[in-house]
């Protein structure tokens, strides 16, 4: 059964860090493109970043250069370190797995930024 946990959200000031974590299993990790999406109220999902499976990454330009994706194989868990928190960057975040045997969503992280 594939499960994917988020964990590590919660409430942080404008400027400041986070990082989220999902911990994944029932699925060859490192078969798996994994990603972080991110849905505001009243807006649609987005894609925030992606780890591909040949070790490039991708990001949305809006969190280039103050957020990171990066996995622990060993563990099979893909990481979002996020620094210089900006109010805009409240949402919930999923972990996103997609690869040769299907598709799979994990249930999220609320992140609120706020003073």
């Known amino acids: 059964q594939v499960q994917l946990v988020e964990s590590g959200g919660g409430l942080v000031q404008p400027g400041g860090s986070l990082r989220l974590s999902c911990a994944a299993s029932?699925?060859?990790?490192?078969?798996?493109?994994m990603n972080w999406y991110r849905q505001a109220p009243g807006k649609e999902r987005e894609l925030v970043a992606t780890?591909?499976?040949?070790?490039?990454?991708y990001y949305v330009d809006s969190v280039k250069g103050r957020f990171t994706i990066f996995r622990d194989y060993a563990g099979n868990t893909v990481y979002l370190q996020m620094t210089s928190l900006k109010a805009e960057d409240s949402a919930v975040y999923y972990c996103f797995a997609n690869g040769p045997r299907g598709n799979h969503w994990g249930r999220g992280t609320q992140v609120t930024v706020s003073s």
């Open positions: 780890s591909f499976t040949g070790g490039t990454t």
């Open positions: 029932g699925f060859t990790f490192g078969e798996y493109a």
